[in-house]
């Protein structure tokens, strides 16, 4: 059970907007740590996407955008395409375990 | 082009022993912060180290303390992993990656990652 809680599943048709949300607490999300936001496609290594709640790295297109509020982050995705049909992770940092932290991973089928 | 190579995978019996390396190549290495995560099969993304540019400060995962140990030979570009009383909950691939730069590591984004190493501790 991660500290970081995502819905497990999302789902979108090809065009379509959606959000992927991070839910955390006062100690990491709460505290104002940053979070980070990474792309997994089926058996490859993760990719950054989002770093510092809000900022894409360059190469990732700007459908890809960050947001923060209070104890939860989120990331919206959009005109879906079917090469986003990947795994997504939020990341942060901890100040009560003093860990880094990853979300639990939402898995998005684009339909 | 920034390029990370994980190798020293494989299997192991509970309580053995392995040490993971990660060869880096297309940037300066000793200016960079470094880490492991790793993957259980199926499963999420989970922090196991930290170690910063100059090899001084490290950090670990609870779950590893006092088992692993994380360090780096920045002559050679090459960052390791050891691991020792292995559990069968540390099977995973472990992947390492370039922390960014700015502000304190264990805050910061991983930006490039290798393609990861497979670690099994079965009997």
């Known amino acids: 059970q991660s500290v970081l809680t995502q819905a497990p599943s999302v789902s979108g048709a090809p065009g379509q907007r959606v959000a992927i949300s991070c839910t955390g607490s006062?100690?990491?999300?709460?505290?104002?740590?940053?979070v980070h936001w990474y792309q997994q496609l089926p058996g490859t290594a993760p990719k950054l996407l989002i770093y510092?709640?809000?900022n894409r790295p360059s190469g990732v297109p700007d459908r890809f955008s960050g947001s923060k509020s209070g104890t939860s982050a989120s990331l919206a995705i959009t005109g879906l395409q079917a090469e986003d049909e990947a795994d997504y992770y939020c990341?942060?940092?901890?100040?009560?375990?003093?860990?880094?932290?990853f979300g639990e991973g939402t898995k998005l089928t684009v339909l | 082009e920034v390029q990370l190579l994980e190798s020293g995978g494989g299997s192991v019996q509970p309580g053995g022993s392995l040490r993971l390396s990660c060869a880096a190549s297309?940037?300066?290495?000793?200016?960079?912060?470094m880490s492991w995560v790793r993957q259980a099969p199926g499963k999420g993304l989970e922090w196991v180290s930290d170690?910063?540019?100059?090899?001084?400060?490290?950090y670990y995962a609870d779950s590893v303390k006092g088992r692993f140990t994380v360090s780096r030979d920045n002559s050679k570009n090459t960052l390791y992993l050891q691991m020792n009383s292995l559990r069968a909950e540390d099977t995973a691939v472990y992947y390492c990656?370039?922390?960014?730069?700015?502000?304190?590591?264990?805050?910061?984004?991983?930006?490039?990652w290798g393609p990861g190493t497979l670690v099994t501790v079965s009997s």
């Open positions: 990656a370039t922390d960014m730069m700015g502000g304190h590591i264990v805050v910061v984004a991983r930006v490039d």
């Open positions: 297309g940037f300066t290495f000793s200016t960079y912060a």
């Open positions: 170690i910063s540019d100059s090899g001084g400060n490290t």
């Open positions: 006062s100690s990491n999300i709460g505290a104002g740590y940053d």
């Open positions: 510092g709640d809000t």
């Open positions: 990341q942060s940092y901890d100040s009560s375990l003093s860990d880094v932290v």
